[in-house]
Structure formats: C-alpha cells, structure tokens
T-cell receptor
Framework: EAGVTQFPSHSVIEKGQTVTLRCDPI?????LYWYRRVMGKEIKFLLH????????ESGMPNNRFLAERTGGTYSTLKVQPAELEDSGVYFC???????????FGEGSRLTVL | AQSVTQLDSQVPVFEEAPVELRCNYS??????LFWYVQYPNQGLQLLLK??????LVKGINGFEAEFNKSQTSFHLRKPSVHISDTAEYFC????????????FGAGTQVVVTP
C-alpha cells in the first residue's frame, strides 16, 4: 500500500513568487494534516482536514497560505506571495477516522530566496 | 497552552550502549504522548505512544518510554543502540480532544558511532 506522498520534494523560488505543495494521503484516510518545520525550530501544526472540510486551521500563519482538499482526496497548500520566512519543510500526514495513527510523508522542502 | 521540551539537541552514543532521550511537557488538560523518529530523507515514523493505562510503553525497534505524570515527563530509552538508530527523535503531545494536533519538541539528534 502506498504511503503519504508529497510533491515536490524540494522547491526553490524567489521571494514574491507562488508555490503549491501537494499531498496525496493514504487511500481511505479521511484525516489529513499539514505541519511545517522552519529551520532550527519545532515542527508546527498548520491545519487539519476531515474529508474536504477544514476541521482546524488555527496554525495557519497568515492569509498568504491557502489549503484545499479536493473531494476529500489530495490536498494542496499554496503560498502566495512567498516570503523568506516561509522557508522550511512542509509535512503532510493522514490517518483513518477516530484515533488512527498518523502517517507522515517525507516532506516538501521549500527554499525562498 | 501546551509546551514540549526536549532537553538535549544532540546525543552522541556508542554502538551497543544505552541511550535515554528526555522529554518534559506542560499542559493544563489531559494529553496523549508520542515519540516519533525521522531517519535521513524519510518522513516521521511513530515509535510509540501513551494514551492511558500502564505507564511503561514499549514501541518498535526495542524502544520504550515511561510516562511520569507527577514530573510531566515521557523519557525514551533503549538499552542497546545500533548504528541504524542514528536519526532525529521527536517527542509530541496531543490534547485528548485534539487527536492529531501535535505540539512537537525541538527534536534530539542521536548519532551512533562504532
């Protein structure tokens, strides 16, 4: 069974540009989470989807970040316009309903120059 | 609000020696506790978790952790490490009504040498 897949694995963009990160959860997992690790800091929660609905987006840093989950399947996280402080690794995780284990993807590394 | 403190940013250890990674947390509500591991170029993998019951929790790859409520700690141990245990280890806390919404510690890099 395929795990959580994230794309791209690494993206390098200029400040002010737009980047879209994609996450494909494990098939059948209703819960999808986005986390971010900025260099040298803790991994921080960004938001949580249940199917296509945003259950909790309290960790989203500002309105330059937009997350969507189409039809309760894959999710995208768009950063527009990107700033230098957005550099870091963005992790996606998915789990089944209830108290299912979270399975993490390998992360998408974003570098903003 | 919760916080998680991993007291050691890096732990060097010789192969076959024991290792303990320390984790302390603070929270005003009931929490669940987790340890995750990240091997190079991989995603986070669950090592073990404490939800309730016995305070000594056994996980994968020979790791175990003990929940101490009075000291608000959840230290991770392994009696004998292998080279393959070289990785970054994260302690995480989730409030009991927010499954999956983790507060992570800063991580502890374990480097195992022969």
């Amino acid at each position: 069974e395929a795990g959580v897949t994230q794309f791209p694995s690494h993206s390098v963009i200029e400040k002010g540009q737009t980047v879209t990160l994609r996450c494909d959860p494990i098939s059948g997992h209703d819960n999808l989470y986005w986390y971010r690790r900025v260099m040298g800091k803790e991994i921080k929660f960004l938001l949580h989807f249940v199917k296509e609905s945003k259950q909790d987006e309290s960790g989203m840093p500002n309105n330059r970040f937009l997350a969507e989950r189409t039809g309760g399947t894959y999710s995208t996280l768009k950063v527009q316009p990107a700033e230098l402080e957005d550099s870091g690794v963005y992790f996606c995780a998915s789990s089944q309903e209830g108290f299912g284990e979270l399975f993490f993807g390998e992360g998408s590394r974003l570098t903003v120059l | 609000a919760q916080s998680v403190t991993q007291l050691d940013s890096q732990v060097p250890v010789f192969e076959e020696a024991p290792v303990e990674l320390r984790c302390n947390y603070s929270s005003s509500v009931s929490v669940y506790l987790f340890w995750y591991v990240q091997y190079p170029n991989q995603g986070l993998q669950l090592l073990l978790k404490y939800l309730s019951g016995s305070t000594l929790v056994k996980g994968i790859n020979g790791f175990e952790a003990e929940f101490n409520k009075s000291q608000t700690s959840f230290h991770l141990r392994k009696p004998s490490v292998h080279i393959s245990d070289t990785a970054e280890y994260f302690c995480a806390v989730s409030e009991s009504d927010s499954w999956g919404k983790f507060q992570f510690g800063a991580g502890t890099q374990v480097v195992v040498t022969p």
